[in-house]
Structures are given as C-alpha cells and as structure tokens.
C-alpha cells in the first residue's frame, strides 16, 4: 500500500561497515528523509530506481533497517545503484522511487551468508525491474522537477 514510494535527499556517510569491502556499496540517505518514512514502513530490501544530481535513472536495491551509528534507534536508508561510478558522489542529491520489496531484514551467521544474500537481492531486483517501469518513473513529474 505504501508504493511507489518517493524520496530524496543528501548522499551522507554511513558507518562504513563494508558496502565496498563486500562489493557493495550503499549510498546512505540523509537522516531528514529517514525521518519522512511513514513510521510503519517495513525494514527490508526494497527495489526501484535512483536518479543521481538529476541523472539518468538507474535500477536499484536498497535496505532500509536499522541504524548502529544511532544504536539502533533510527532507520537507515542504503541505496545500491545497479551501475559503476567512477567516483564516489557524497554530498549529491538522491532521488528514489522504490517500486518493490524483496524481503524482511535478517541477520545472518557468516559473512558468507551475507554476501549471498546480497548478491541474491541483486539478482531479484535485476529480474524485477522492467524497462517499462523505468521510462514511465523517468518521465513521471519526482524525477523533472528540481529538488
Ligand atoms: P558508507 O558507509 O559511507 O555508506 P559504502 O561502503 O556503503 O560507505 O560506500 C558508499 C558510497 O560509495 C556512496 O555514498 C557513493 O558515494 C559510492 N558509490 C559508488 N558506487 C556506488 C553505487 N553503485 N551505488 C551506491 N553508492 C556508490
Ligand atoms: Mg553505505
């Protein structure tokens, strides 16, 4: 009932716990829109799609769980767009729609199981995103206005 879900904010730095370490990394949304999720948003991989500083959308997966920098007492945001950067972007505005979920958060026991799990949440929202959706969220008005 919540999507599509719209939001946008500033790329901030996260706990640095590993996105790239693991090949993945997240682009963490700014604390202001965590705070705009409907507080009954489900914690959980989501997909959709990410415009960069008003870019070309692209598809992505994202989290949203809990926060250890705010000892669990936040949300976080994390977005992984499903192209290569040649450079980092902290500081640029997000745009995102997240269209599906994936799953409920859990822990897992191994690093290993965490990675497969992440490549497998890749793998979903790689299948799920249609080419369709993507042109009819890039001519949509969220992502041809500015801010
Ligand atoms: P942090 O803990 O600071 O979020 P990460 O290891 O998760 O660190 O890396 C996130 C950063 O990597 C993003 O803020 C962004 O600047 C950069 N980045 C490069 N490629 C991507 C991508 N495909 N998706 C998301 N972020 C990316
Ligand atoms: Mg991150």
Redesign the pocket.
């Given at each position: 009932a919540m999507l599509p879900y719209f939001a946008s904010g500033r790329?901030?730095?996260?706990?640095?716990?590993?996105?790239?370490?693991?090949g993945?990394?997240?682009?963490?949304l700014e604390d202001a829109t965590v705070s705009d999720l409907p507080v009954d948003f489900d914690c959980g991989v989501y997909y959709g799609f990410?415009s960069v500083d008003g870019g070309p959308l692209?598809g992505?997966v994202m989290s949203i769980g809990w926060n250890p920098q705010f000892k669990n007492t936040r949300k976080s945001m994390?977005?992984?767009?499903?192209?290569?950067?040649d450079?980092?972007?902290?500081g640029?505005f997000l745009k995102i729609v997240i269209t599906g979920f994936v799953r409920p958060m859990t822990s897992f026991s191994s690093l290993d199981e965490l990675v497969k799990a992440i490549d497998e949440d890749i793998r979903i929202a790689r299948e799920k995103l249609t080419t369709d959706d993507l042109n009819k969220y890039a001519a949509h008005e969220f992502f041809n206005t500015s801010i």
């Amino acid at each position: 009932a919540m999507l599509p879900y719209f939001a946008s904010g500033r790329v901030v730095t996260g706990f640095g716990r590993g996105g790239k370490q693991l090949g993945c990394p997240t682009a963490n949304l700014e604390d202001a829109t965590v705070s705009d999720l409907p507080v009954d948003f489900d914690c959980g991989v989501y997909y959709g799609f990410a415009s960069v500083d008003g870019g070309p959308l692209n598809g992505m997966v994202m989290s949203i769980g809990w926060n250890p920098q705010f000892k669990n007492t936040r949300k976080s945001m994390e977005v992984h767009i499903l192209r290569s950067f040649d450079d980092d972007f902290y500081g640029s505005f997000l745009k995102i729609v997240i269209t599906g979920f994936v799953r409920p958060m859990t822990s897992f026991s191994s690093l290993d199981e965490l990675v497969k799990a992440i490549d497998e949440d890749i793998r979903i929202a790689r299948e799920k995103l249609t080419t369709d959706d993507l042109n009819k969220y890039a001519a949509h008005e969220f992502f041809n206005t500015s801010i």
